[in-house]
């Protein structure tokens, strides 16, 4: 029988006295073939006081059975049940579960190394003012987890941009041009979620890059420059072939988001109209992208377009398609 909220309480009162609670969640989907390797990399975690927050969402394996068996011996591990709705759903269920003053998520087949949480929960205390604390991530793949690479195609280009000491706007600015870390990098404050809310359920993925975007808004960014802390994403062959127009339908999503937001927190600004601007123009390569998928001539989508993004958006699309289809017959 897994150990309940009460002895559980106990357990962190008597063992974990004025140390600040870090909450890990981990939704998983069908991925008992990963989630105790990434609950043992938890574990072996040099900071001890954490929850670690396991939302099953819906899975057919035997994912709950050997998460309540581990959770038996450790009382820091909770399960929690759900049916299927999906990623940001899950790791929304994990906030709402969540005790900590800190939250870290973590994907079910993900690792951190054992110093992250320690030299993050540092990184806080050295700077007061900071609302998220990330750090570098390696891939690797289920063949070799030694061999690790700086980005998700399995090479050593480095991706992850370093904000520090950066004023709100420069924030905004690199992450409107991209994603900046991917999700199991950072260390979050309570603060930040309470502010920022939930992930977008509708984003099938970027969910997190809209997540990241929201909190730079109100929150500092700080990079932790340490080679012993660093997140691991495990690469899977779909995963290296991810389904373009999904990223790009997404984007689209995301970056109609984006103006939503900037409009909301900059818009008598210079600088929000320099953002919004500068946002627009990233626009025309999803747009044209699907313009390009759905064939130059399809009225239907162009009207669809049209209605959403505007006529001058979709004529700066359409002829950034026409030339990105030029070049690709040349080539």
Same mark, same amino acid.
């Given at each position: 029988m897994a150990i309940g909220p009460i002895q559980r309480k106990l357990f962190y009162s008597h063992t974990m006295v004025a140390k600040a609670l870090v909450s890990i969640i981990i939704p998983s989907y069908n991925y008992a073939n990963f989630i105790i390797e990434t609950l043992t990399s938890? !574990?072996?975690? =040099?900071?001890?006081?954490?929850?670690?927050?396991?939302?099953?969402?819906?899975?057919?394996?035997?994912?709950?059975?050997?998460?309540?068996?581990? #959770?038996?011996?450790?009382?820091?591990i909770i399960y929690v049940y759900q049916e299927n709705k999906g990623l940001s759903a899950a790791r929304n269920t994990g906030i709402k579960k969540a005790s900590g003053d800190y939250i870290q998520f973590l994907d079910a087949d993900d690792l951190?190394?054992?110093?992250?949480?320690? &030299?993050? &929960?540092?990184? /806080?205390?050295?700077?007061?003012?900071l609302g998220i604390s990330y750090c570098n991530t390696y891939y690797f793949t289920n063949n070799n987890i030694q061999e690790r690479y700086r980005s998700l195609d399995l090479t050593q280009q480095e991706w992850i941009i370093r904000l520090?000491? !950066?004023?709100?706007?420069?924030?905004?600015?690199?992450?409107?041009?991209r994603n900046i870390m991917p999700v199991n990098s950072p260390l979050v404050k309570r603060e930040v979620v309470k502010k920022v809310g939930d992930f977008n359920t509708e984003l099938t993925s970027l969910e997190d890059w809209e997540y990241w975007f929201k909190s730079a808004m109100y929150f500092k960014f700080g990079y932790l420059d340490n080679?012993?802390? @660093?997140? $691991?994403?495990?690469?899977?062959?779909?995963?290296?072939?991810?389904?373009?127009? =999904?990223?790009? &339908?997404?984007?689209?999503?995301?970056?109609?988001?984006f103006q939503i937001y900037i409009d909301d927190a900059m818009s008598d600004s210079e600088e929000g109209r320099k953002l919004k =601007?500068?946002?627009?123009?990233?626009?025309?390569r999803p747009n044209s992208y699907f313009i390009a998928e759905e064939g130059f001539f399809n009225v239907k989508h162009? /009207?669809? $377009?049209?209605?959403?993004?505007?006529? =001058?958006? /979709?004529?700066? #699309? @359409?002829?950034? #398609?026409?030339?990105?289809? !030029?070049?690709?017959?040349r080539a």
């Open positions: 938890i !574990r072996g975690q =040099k900071y001890e006081h954490w929850e670690a927050i396991v939302v099953d969402d819906g899975s057919t394996d035997n994912t709950e059975a050997l998460v309540l068996e581990l #959770a038996k011996v450790d009382a820091r951190i190394s054992e110093d992250k949480i320690q &030299l993050q &929960l540092d990184h /806080f205390a050295a700077d007061k003012n520090n000491d !950066r004023p709100t706007t420069e924030q905004l600015w690199e992450l409107v041009n080679e012993r802390a @660093y997140g $691991m994403v495990r690469v899977h062959h779909t995963s290296m072939s991810k389904d373009l127009k =999904k990223m790009y &339908l997404n984007e689209i999503v995301v970056r109609s988001l =601007k500068e946002n627009m123009r990233l626009l025309k162009a /009207f669809q $377009m049209i209605k959403k993004n505007g006529l =001058k958006q /979709f004529m700066s #699309a @359409y002829m950034k #398609a026409i030339n990105d289809f !030029r070049k690709k017959n």
